[in-house]
């Protein structure tokens, strides 16, 4: 667990009652019981906004922000912060900011990945989820982390999880291998027939691209499923 100075993060994150009056308990106090870790990365963006506008809600504001920062390419990204309805030029170079400060303090780049269970840290937070992630993760040849990203989000089918969408960057990090995961909203990590046929697809194209599947881990809360430790890939 991270240690943080919880006076200043609650002093610099604003009032978010007006956004968050549903929720059974206000994210700055779930934060101060529960640990940053257990913030949902919605909650981790509310956070650095602080509050909404009069015409956006707060988690209005911070969905569209999760989403730009999946999809845009990192020398994009603030300007297409600075483009979302309720993002100021101040939160803008907060997100960043953030971003920033994460990476060089927690990056996962350059982190070895010999067993499954090295990768589950950094990717626990999408157990928190309430649907599914599909991330891909690019290593090296020494089996070091290039990159984790996040194809899709949804029930996994075959169209949803095209191997374009899936290849596109681990060629242009020129990885020499990759590890596939998604969460289980539902906390059970047993593979669903879709869960094995896209693992199998995925493989074959790796395959004929000289890029070796590793595995495939399916998380949830209490535990984890890896498709290679069940001889599966």
């Known amino acids: 667990m991270i240690s943080l100075d919880q006076s200043a993060v609650f002093s610099s994150i604003g009032n978010l009652s007006d956004d968050c009056e549903n929720k059974k308990l206000d994210i700055r106090e779930r934060v101060w019981k529960e640990g940053i870790e257990n913030a949902t990365t919605e909650e981790l963006v509310m956070l650095i906004l602080g509050t909404g506008t009069k015409d ?77 992630h599909f991330l891909c993760v690019s290593l090296n040849g020494a089996h070091e982390i290039i990159k984790i990203r996040e194809i899709s989000v949804g029930s996994l089918n075959r169209s949803l999880i095209h191997p374009r969408e899936v ?24 593979p669903s027939d879709s ?4 693992t199998a697809r995925l493989k074959e194209c790796a395959d004929l691209l000289g890029i070796n599947l590793l595995d495939h881990l399916i998380i949830a809360r209490e535990s984890f499923y890896s498709f290679s430790a069940a001889n599966l890939v």
């Open 167 to 190: 290849f596109v960057d681990v060629l242009k990090d020129h990885a020499a291998a990759i590890i596939i995961c998604h969460n289980h909203p539902s906390g059970r990590t047993e």
């Open 56 to 132: 956006r809600s707060l988690a209005s504001i911070a969905k569209e922000v999760i989403s730009c920062i999946a999809r845009t390419d990192p020398e994009c990204l603030f300007f297409e912060l600075k483009c979302i309805k309720g993002i100021s030029l101040g939160k803008a170079a907060a997100i960043m900011a953030s971003l920033e400060l994460g990476r060089r303090n927690y990056g996962p780049g350059g982190t070895i990945i010999k067993t499954p269970k090295d990768l589950i840290p950094l990717v626990q937070h999408y157990t928190l989820e309430t649907r599914e």
């Open 195 to 198: 869960d094995i046929e896209i």
